[in-house]
């Protein structure tokens, strides 16, 4: 079956985390996507946080499915001929290299457009313009910087940042999106354009609800489903919630069977308000079904938290999949907290294909996670990643090298 994204060529001039991801997007959707690495060392994530002695690490090969990888030094003048024929060859570049890398290496925008007026230019960087515009940024600084580690976590405790790579993943996702939507201008227009995706920006973007929260915080001085209504004060910056829902109904995370031992026999539970009268039932509470202190959702806001408690004495009761089953029953919105472990052991997330088993040359088999974005015509097959310069010799073939002029690159040690 063809794949969405057949016949665009990408030029992967991206490392670390949050390129790769949006890179590997592509590719899942059948770009060809051509990874430019250095000899030697590549991508600097090969060798990270390794778990097998010389063997590409799960950080990368997790973040560069289905690519193929090149090694190219760029700073040597032959180097920089072949990028200018991948430039002419392809229609995307993305790179996320420090804030100036890529005019230092040459390669402007100016200079692409010249060499390629069709090419769209895809950057991650950690900031836009304005004061933190030249920083080299990684993931946790950009929670920071972004709004979310400000508001994650318990109001007497630091600022918390998440284990979800917002920051990285995050921008990738947002990335992926513009480079698409490019593509699509580009068939009218026939022209490429940059994209550009901070990363703060693409953290304050999932923060969006705390942006809301900030304002109405001004306007009114409270916020009634915040944790802090019943219990505390506010201050003139959004607080962190704790588990508060951080919508309209609220929640919280309970207790469940097995908590002493167990890190994660917990539950999110959500009081939503058309299931009241059956959580009061699930719980033995019949009588707050009527109850004036607890009938509305009005009357409810500044107990919250007792009610909380309430409810924790019956999860206390029960594991987190015997209530899942019973309060599923009556509608009534709950998850488990499920371990990385029990993730990967879900049959049904292996039957969906977001969790994929690959077999690795080098490393045998690991699992990764799919593609979250399903397409009923353009269906992914996960491919492992490719070893460093795998397809060098394919690649320049390609692109009308011959075996001289490919002796005469590795010679100089140009590939
Ligand atoms: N051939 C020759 N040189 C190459 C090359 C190649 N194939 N690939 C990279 N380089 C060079 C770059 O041109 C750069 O040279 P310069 O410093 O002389 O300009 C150098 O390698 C290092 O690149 P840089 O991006 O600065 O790497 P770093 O390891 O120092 O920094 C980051 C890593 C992630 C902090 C930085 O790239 C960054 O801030 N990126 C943008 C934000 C981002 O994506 N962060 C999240 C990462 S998950």
């Known amino acids: 079956m063809s794949k969405a994204l057949d016949g665009v060529r990408v030029l992967d ?114 900031f836009g313009p ?7 940024v990684y993931e946790n600084v950009a929670q920071c910087a972004g709004g979310a580690a400000a508001t994650t976590g318990f109001d007497d405790g630091p600022p918390v940042v998440s284990g979800a790579q917002i920051g990285d993943s995050g921008s990738g996702l947002h990335l992926a999106l513009g480079i698409v939507t490019a593509l699509y201008q580009r068939n009218a227009t026939g022209r490429g354009q940059k994209v550009d995706t901070a990363m703060q920006d693409a953290v304050l973007n999932l923060c969006r609800v ?10 009114t001085g409270t916020m009634e489903e915040y944790p802090q209504f019943a219990e505390g004060t506010f201050g003139d910056s959004v607080p962190r919630a704790g588990n508060a829902s951080g919508g309209g109904q609220p ?42 202190d607890y009938a509305t959702p009005r009357a409810r806001l500044p107990r919250l938290m007792s009610i909380f408690a309430t409810v924790e004495e019956w999860t206390r009761e029960h594991t987190k999949f015997e209530a899942m089953d019973i309060l599923n029953k009556f509608d009534i919105p709950c998850g488990p907290i499920l371990s990385m472990k029990e993730i990967a052991e ?18 045998g088999k690991y699992l990764t996670v799919g593609n979250p974005i399903k397409l009923s015509d353009s269906p992914t097959d996960i491919i492992r990643s490719p070893l460093l310069g795998e397809h060098t010799d394919e690649v320049l073939r390609e692109l009308g090298y011959n075996d001289l002029q490919i002796n005469a690159l590795r010679d100089e040690r140009v590939i």
Not at 14 to 32: E, I, K, M, N, R
Request: net charge neutral.
């Open 13 to 126: 001039f991206t490392h670390v985390q949050s390129g790769p991801t949006c890179t590997q997007l592509l590719a899942w959707f059948g770009a060809d996507v051509i990874k430019v690495e250095r000899a030697g060392e590549g991508d600097a994530t090969r060798g990270q946080l390794r778990d097998i002695p010389g063997v590409d690490s799960l950080y990368f090969t997790m973040l560069n499915h289905n690519k193929r990888s090149i090694t190219l030094d760029t700073k040597k003048t032959m180097g920089k001929q072949v990028l200018e024929t991948l430039i002419r060859d392809c229609d995307v570049l993305v790179e996320n290299f420090a804030p100036g890398a890529l005019d230092r290496m040459g390669f402007s925008w100016e200079r692409i457009q010249e060499l390629n007026p069709r090419m769209i230019v895809a950057s991650v960087k950690g």
């Open 130 to 136: 304005g004061p933190y515009q030249n920083c080299k």
């Open 210 to 219: 705390k942006l809301r929260d900030q304002q109405r915080l001004e306007r």
């Open 251 to 292: 929640g919280w995370i309970l207790k469940c069977k097995g908590w002493e031992t167990d890190p994660n026999a917990y539950i999110y539970f959500i009081a939503q308000a058309p299931v009241w009268p059956a959580i009061c039932r699930v719980i033995g509470r019949e009588g707050w079904i009527t109850d004036p």
């Open 346 to 363: 879900e049959p049904s997330l292996r039957a969906s294909g977001t969790i994929v088993e690959v077999d690795h040359p080098e490393r």
